[in-house]
């Protein structure tokens, strides 16, 4: 079957750095997608991962193993505003998005 | 990046009768859309995918005679909930891919329905 985990909450200060850990098992792999999403509002895209190794993008990061099965997002300098949910999710053989439930990061000063 | 747009944001309706949301890609060709339900605090559904032109794919679970899904142009798709239920209140949100295979998703605005 298919399976997506990643954890249901974080919780971080303001300023620290975080890493969102996403395990999964699929049938098929084109890819990796890192998403965040604020309440009562749709996801924006954050990162996309198909090579195994780590994407560097501004404060967040993005890091895959495929042979692990394996992804975190990493998130530097954290601000208030990178209180949401992230939502790990595979593109599978068919190119569909299968999706993680998310994990709610909560941010404290 | 591209834009979807949703429309409308949030619709209150009384049970039984039909909504009709609809999904557009503002500056490009959307080859496939998706509709996605969320209910509080959990992940996206994935309801439904359609491709202009021909009938929609419907997930395991999806009552396609409920939920119709007409994906007319390459800029527009609906999604009408029919006979709608108090549970069929929820946030319904689409996104659109310009190409088949590896593209972004591009995310609308979602929508809040609300059956009394």
């Known amino acids: 079957g298919q399976n997506i985990d990643q954890p249901t909450e974080m919780t971080a200060t303001e300023g620290a750095i975080v890493q969102i850990n996403c395990t999964y098992q699929?049938?098929?792999?084109?890819?990796l997608f890192w998403y965040q999403q604020h309440a009562g509002e749709a996801p924006t895209f954050l990162s996309y991962?198909?090579l195994d190794g780590l994407e560097e993008k501004g404060r967040f990061s993005s890091f895959l193993s495929r042979s692990k099965g394996y992804s975190y997002l990493l998130l530097k300098e954290l601000q208030m505003k990178d209180s949401a949910s992230y939502l790990c999710?595979?593109?599978?053989?068919?190119?569909?998005?299968?999706w993680g439930a998310g994990t709610k990061l909560i941010i404290k000063p | 990046g591209a834009v979807v747009s949703q429309h409308p944001s949030r619709v209150i309706c009384k049970s039984g009768t039909s909504v009709k949301i609809e999904c557009r890609s503002l500056d490009f060709q959307a080859t496939t859309m998706f509709w996605y339900r969320q209910f509080p605090k959990k992940s996206l559904m994935l309801m439904a995918t359609s491709n202009e032109g021909s009938k929609a794919t419907y997930e395991q679970g999806v009552e396609k005679d409920k939920f119709l899904i007409n994906h007319a142009s390459l800029t527009l798709s609906t999604l009408t909930v029919t006979s709608a239920h108090p549970e069929d209140s929820s946030f319904y949100i689409c996104?659109?891919?310009?190409?088949?295979?590896?593209?972004?998703?591009?995310f609308g605005p979602g929508t809040r329905l609300t059956v009394l």
């Open positions: 996104s659109a891919r310009e190409g088949l295979d590896y593209n972004e998703q591009f």
């Open positions: 699929t049938s098929g792999f084109n890819g």
């Open positions: 991962n198909v």
């Open positions: 999710a595979i593109m599978d053989s068919n190119y569909q998005l299968i």
